[in-house]
């Protein structure tokens, strides 16, 4: 008897013999990364997306708001006022002024005075002094009047108006990490929360005009990226916009593939220094205890790799090899219902061969 089908046969009993001590599952994967911790848990943080750290790609809408408030207080000069300034019986000095963006104007004899954030009492009687200190004029009338607000509040409502609503306008975050906006020098929004950023584009406004006022809204994210490969029907890269777990995140990927192995799902991530750290993901008994407290909530650029399980990896190496000793080349579909055939066949009869069907 041809000792090859014998060869075949032992492997075969071996590989079947494995494949039953290796149906818990088998050993999992070493790993050389430093360990995310097992009782790791999803902080509230990272569950409440107010917290969300922008990203180069996200979309910011910011909404100027057109109606200014009343209040009691007295109105201070801004930067873009344009000022009337009335010199009694000196009527030939009379001028209008625009309070420029350092806040300074420019007025007879006197060259420059500050007038931003004064009120029009105040800078009037900083000018009666000045004309004084100077021995211009001794006792002289003044009056200052507002001809018109604030120029650039004007120019800030057309750069900003697209809506019904207010005035809008929306930024996309530079690869820089930096949103640019009118009026006002480029702001750093990368790894900033929706309010930090607000406050701080809030804060440049208020250095060109006091009472603007703006709001902050996050519109698209384009930024919070993870990778998903292995054993999944959509590998690559996953674009996730609001609190997402492995599991979740497998769903999004199209979900698993039969021969995944889910008790062996390898997360790994950076921390704040770069340094990758990983752990194993039992996601199989995830979905099978329906315990989502045991899930891992992911955070921007983790990479989730579900491997193949044992019995896949085993069934893959017997096709294999079954394929490489078959006489005639078979396709990777023919692993079912085919017949090998040895010993001595009499010229022209097929039938005194003999019929071996693996599978």
Partial sequence: MNSKPSRLVLFLLLALATMAACSNGGPRPSMDLKQIPTAYAPSPDELNSSTYEIGPGDVVGFTFLSRIQQSNDPYLLQRGDTLL???????????????????????????????????????????????????????????VSVVSLNTQLKEMQLAFSNSTSGQTKDAVVGLDGYVRLPLIEPVFAAKKTVTQLQDEVKASYKKVMAAADVSVELRHIRSNMVYILGEVNLAGMHNINHPTTVTQAITMAGGFKGG????????????????????????????????????????RYDVIYVPPSTIQKLNDIILYYVRNMMPFPTSASANVGFSYLWGPAAAGNSSSGTSFTPF
């Fill in 85 to 143: 300034i009335e010199y009694h019986r000196l009527e030939y000095l009379n001028r209008n002024v625009v309070i420029r963006p350092d806040g300074i104007v420019s007025v007879p004899y006197l060259d420059e005075m500050r007038a931003a954030d004064m009120t029009t009492s105040q800078f009037t009687n900083a000018l009666v002094e000045g004309y004084k200190r100077k021995h211009i004029f001794m006792n002289p009338e003044i009056t």
């Fill in 260 to 299: 995944a192995g889910l008790n062996s799902v390898v997360l790994i991530r950076s921390d704040d220094s770069g340094q990758p750290s990983g752990r194993i993901v039992d996601v199989a008994s995830i979905l099978k205890k329906g315990n989502l407290g045991e899930d891992v909530q992911l955070k």
